[in-house]
Structures are given as C-alpha cells and as structure tokens.
C-alpha cells in the first residue's frame, strides 16, 4: 500500500481550472502533487477537510516586499491569507540596480511612494548588491514561508544608467536607451520575473520629487520591452495616471504589439471620474480580444487609507494643536487627547495646510467609516462618521477623534479613495468578471502605516463568495481560478496554481464557513523598531507550500521552504504526461 507524505482528506477541491468543485482527497510527496480524487494508502501526516475547500495555493502579482525579503522570512501579512507565490518589485520601486552612491535616493522613493520609513530601510537593507544579478543572487541564499518572484524597477535601473539626469526625468539618450535596454535582457535572463514602471504623480519620493520614470518617452519604454523581447522570456508591469486615456492605451498597445510580451496595468475607479475606468477597460479587452497579451489588475475591495493615532495620518494631522503632541510616543498621545482641556483646544482648530489630501481628504466625513468588527469592506452611508455625529448630535470630528481612541488609541477610520466613487462595489464586480482582467493591486509589504490589503485575497473568499448583501455575488470556482492558475500562468510559472497530479504541491485548506479577518493591528517588528500594520485571518485550516504546512489556523508552523523563483517555470514532465 502506497504511503505518501501528505493527504488531505475529503475536502470540497476547488482545482483552480474553474471546472465544477467535486469532493476528493489530494495527495502529496516530494513537494508535488502524487493523487486526486480518490487516494488509497496512508499519509505520513493526514488532514481532515471535510466540510472545508481545498485550492491551489494563491498567487498575488502585485506585492512590495523588496525591502522586506532583504531582513525577514515571513512575506506577511500575504503568507498569512492563502498566498504561496508573492511578485514584488511592482511600480517601478525597488533596490537593484543600484550604485552605492544611490543607496539613499532609492530608500527616499520607497519610502516616498510606499510609505515604508527611511531609517527601517536604511538600517534593513545590507546592500550586498550592485547589479539585478547580484540582487537575485542575495535573495537566492534566503528562505521564506512563500515563493517570492523579483521584477526589474524601472526607476532604479533609469537612475543606475543615467545617475542624476534620471533621477531628474531628463529625457534617456539613444545610448542611455540601449544601455537599459542591455540591463533588462541581462535581468530577465538571470530570472527576474519582468519589468515595472510607473507614471504616475501620485508616486513621488519622500521629499516630493516625482518617480524617476514619470515622463518617460516611448522609445525609452519600447528600447527595455525590446530587451525582453530579445531574452523571449519577462512580462511588462505598468501604472498609469491616464490622463489621456486612449493615447495611453494606444500606446501600450503598441509597446505590447512590437515586443510581444505580456503586459498588466492597474485598473481602478477614482472618485474624480467615476466611469473613466470604463474607457480604459474598452481598450484592454479590445486588445485582448485581438490576440494581445494585456491584462488590467484589479484590487476585490477598496483600495482605502486607514486613519488612527499610532498611524501614518489621522483627521487632525494638519491641525497646529494636533502637531504639539505629534511627536509623543503613542501612550501619551492618547493621554493628551483624553484631557477635557486639550480636546477641546483641538476640536476648535482647524488644518493649518496647503495638501489637498491632508486640508480636504481627511476632512470628508461624509466618505470616512468607522473600522469595526466584523470588517466590512462595502459599508453602506449609515457607516460614515457624518451619520453617525447625525445620530450622536455631535460634531463629525468629534465622533472621529472618539472613534480612534477607542482600544486605548488603536480604534481605526477607513477612508476609501479609490473602488468606491459610488458608495458600492459594483464596478469592481464588473471589474473582476472581465476576461482582461486578473485580481492584483495588494501591495503586500508596502503602505505600512496607511494600507494593509495584503488580506485581500482573504476578502475575496468572504466578501465575494459568502457575505455580500449589496449585489450579486461570484462563483467561487471562478474567483479560485482567477487567484491561483490564470495569476500563475499571466507570469509565466506553469509549475502551479492547479490542483493536479505532477504540479507544485501549493495548497490552502480553508473553512470557508468560518473564515474571518480580523481588524488590522499595529505590530513593531520592523527594523529600527519600525512599526507596520498587520492583519491576520481565521479558518486558514492550512496552508502548504512545496509539500510542507507553513501555516496552521492562521499560526506559523516555522516552515520555510519558500524560495526565490527565477523566472518562467515549466510545467513537469509528470504533470503533462498526466494530462
């Protein structure tokens, strides 16, 4: 009788094809899967999943855990939700190539554009690199509880070849072209996972210059595809202001038309133009239904600023009074805000600012929820703190300042600014359901003091699939298929992502019935005391990456089989022979 390492028993597998789930066994040996269906023998270890799903382990495009990988073994929060297969290097941000005179100007934009702290990244990062190889490299001697993938940062290779006239967004020379152009081959082809860039203002370093890349020239963008194109291997990752929506499009169109690499670019509602995402998603599926390989990335919620006093920015952070007790450790704060005396003084002030995002933004009561628990990422208006201070018969900034004291200071506010011009998750169903479109957007690792959506993977099996009441909601054959093979294969790692005989052993048993995130919390385990936001989740039964339980109920096991993934994965011999 056959004995394997692992089986899982009796689960609902959800197969990640989007075929019907059946109710079967999965068997496990030597890192891949060994039996589906109906397994004789016995399990080194065996695991009871009746009355649970059993999925591929899932696989996030769109993380920022660059920083991260350099110091830890835990990509969390993601590994934490589901997720075995983690893409990092996205928007055109990270640490490699870099000369060591840019050590600071690199930390400056991270810290800039995803808010992760200069002296954390200045005392984490050991800089035992130069060049994206020797980059690949350093990560390759590390472990993790995920598979982590590394993509080429446009800023920081503009900025390697071209030294201050990049990081100045002068316009690239036909040398400076080619150069990129050299670079990006070489990192493809040592196993970088593709290529991301950034256009947009919203991306600005920490002292307020713009991203390197934000303007740019075609032929700049087209030379490093073309680099791609030559190693025939790499996807394109992109992020767009689309202020001109059909030259944007048409211009990406072309850049995936004359290099033929597959290209993603992030796909969101924005409350100044409310149906503008509609224009853009015309162009990608059009494309797509040509025959081109262009995706939009999708987040499944809002993609929301969280607010608090032990966090990056609250409603009074541009107050003068507010900013006599900024620089107070946490207990103290609080302390302050409960004398009758001061919280008056602060209830009066006003923002003392010319940010329109601090002045106007934080002050929108009527667009700003109250956190609670159960977290609910759709709230209706009744939710808001203007209703609330309406129901209260009080000021809505007082109910703010209440709300965040509660849980001695940790109580948060939710502050969705994009997905959520309408009060609803409608056109992101409608998002989502595209055939042009792939679920991204977590930026797992990044935003550690503003966003925590490395749990949306978590929302997407609670929200989408059991809870919502304000639309319809999605199959979960559909939402697993999304998340695990079409993600998996959009990059190229057709190793996993399918629940099948000859594939990666990558694994989430999941109870789904009692399946619950919990409230992001505030947890100081970043380098030089850093603090970072952290959300973790209930009914993860186990999550398995390369035949090993990582994760047990939502509680590390210490396993770290994860590794560093060096580009495109074929499928195994034993696999294809299975099919």
């Given at each position: 009788m056959a004995?394997?390492?692992?089986?899982?028993r009796g689960g609902t597998v959800i197969d990640g094809s989007g075929a019907p789930a059946f109710e079967g066994d999965v068997a496990v040996s030597g890192g891949v899967i060994t039996g589906v269906g109906k397994v004789n023998g016995k399990g080194i270890e065996e695991i009871d999943a009746r009355g649970q799903v059993v999925t591929p382990g899932f696989v996030d495009l769109h993380t920022h855990y660059d920083g991260q990988a350099a110091w830890a073994e835990a990509i969390s929060p993601s590994s934490l939700h589901g997720i075995t297969t983690a893409v990092m290097g996205n928007c055109g941000v990270g640490f490699a190539p870099c000369k060591p005179e840019d050590h600071g100007r690199l930390i400056r934009l991270m810290e800039g554009v995803e808010d992760i702290p200069y002296p954390v990244l200045e005392e984490g990062l050991p800089w035992a690199w130069e060049s994206f190889p020797d980059y690949l490299d350093f990560l390759s001697?590390?472990?993790?509880?995920?598979?982590?993938?590394?993509?080429?940062?446009?800023?920081?290779?503009?900025?390697?070849?071209?030294?201050?006239?990049?990081?100045?967004?002068?316009?690239?020379?036909?040398a400076d072209i080619a150069a990129m152009k050299q670079l990006a081959k070489e990192a493809v082809m040592a196993g970088a996972m593709g290529f991301s860039t950034s256009r947009t203002l919203n991306h600005r370093t920490s002292d307020g210059q713009p991203t390197p890349t934000l303007t740019a020239s075609q032929e700049e963008l087209t030379g490093i595809a073309m680099g791609l194109a030559e190693a025939g291997r790499g996807v394109l990752q992109f992020v767009s202001d689309f202020n001109d929506p059909?030259?944007?499009?048409?211009?990406l169109r072309r850049l995936v038309?004359?290099?033929?690499?597959?290209?993603?670019?992030?796909?969101?509602?924005?409350?100044?133009?409310?149906?503008?995402?509609?224009?853009?998603?015309?162009?990608?599926?059009?494309?797509?239904?040509?025959?081109?390989?262009?995706?939009?990335q999708v987040a499944p919620r809002p993609v929301g600023v969280l607010?608090?006093?032990?966090?990056?920015?609250?409603?009074?952070?541009?107050?003068?009074?507010?900013?006599e007790i900024a620089d107070l450790q946490h207990a103290e704060r609080v302390r302050k805000l409960n004398e009758p005396g001061f919280r008056a003084r602060l209830l009066a002030d006003e923002p003392s600012t010319d940010n329109p995002f601090l002045k106007v933004m934080l002050r929108s009561f009527g667009k700003i929820f109250q956190l609670s628990d159960p977290v609910d990422y759709e709230p209706g208006p009744?939710?808001?703190?203007?209703?609330?201070?309406?129901?209260?018969?009080?000021?809505?900034?007082?109910?703010?300042?209440?709300?965040?004291?509660?849980?001695?200071?940790?109580?948060?506010?939710?502050?969705?600014?994009?997905?959520?011009?309408?009060?609803?998750?409608?056109?992101?169903?409608?998002?989502?359901?595209s055939p042009a479109t792939l679920p991204g957007l977590s930026d797992g690792g990044a935003h550690v003091g503003m966003i925590c959506d490395g749990s949306f993977t978590t929302t997407m099996l609670t929200h989408w699939i059991r809870d919502r009441t304000r639309g319809p909601k999605l199959s979960p054959e559909f939402l697993v298929h999304k998340q695990s093979r079409a993600t998996a294969e959009w990059i190229g790692l057709w190793d996993r992502g399918l629940i099948s005989p000859g594939l990666r052993a990558d694994l989430n048993v999941i109870n789904l019935s009692g399946l619950k995130l919990h409230l992001p919390e505030v947890i100081r385990d970043l380098p030089a005391g850093g603090r970072?936001?952290?959300?973790?989740?209930?009914?993860?039964?186990?999550?398995?990456?390369?035949?090993?339980?990582?994760?047990?109920?939502?509680t590390p096991t210490g396993a770290k089989p994860g590794r560093l993934v060096r580009g495109k994965q074929a499928a195994p011999a034993s696999a294809l022979a299975a099919e």
């Open positions: 004995t394997h390492d692992l089986i899982i001697a590390r472990k993790f509880d995920t598979d982590i993938c590394a993509q080429l940062p446009h800023a920081a290779l503009r900025v390697f070849v071209m030294g201050d006239r990049g990081a100045n967004r002068e316009d690239a020379t036909p059909q030259k944007e499009a048409a211009m038309e004359v290099s033929g690499r597959p290209l993603s670019v992030s796909l969101a509602q924005a409350d100044v133009a409310p149906e503008g995402w509609r224009l853009l998603l015309g162009a990608i599926e059009a494309a797509a239904a040509a025959g081109l390989p262009i995706r939009a607010l608090g006093l032990d966090l990056t920015l609250n409603p009074f952070s541009a107050h003068p009074v507010y900013r009744e939710r808001t703190l203007e209703a609330i201070a309406a129901r209260r018969g009080v000021p809505p900034q007082e109910v703010a300042l209440d709300l965040m004291l509660e849980r001695d200071g940790q109580g948060m506010l939710y502050l969705p600014f994009l997905n959520y011009a309408q009060g609803s998750l409608d056109p992101i169903a409608e998002m989502m359901q970072r936001l952290m959300q973790r989740a209930s009914g993860y039964t186990a999550t398995i990456l390369k035949g090993e339980v990582t994760h047990r109920n939502g």
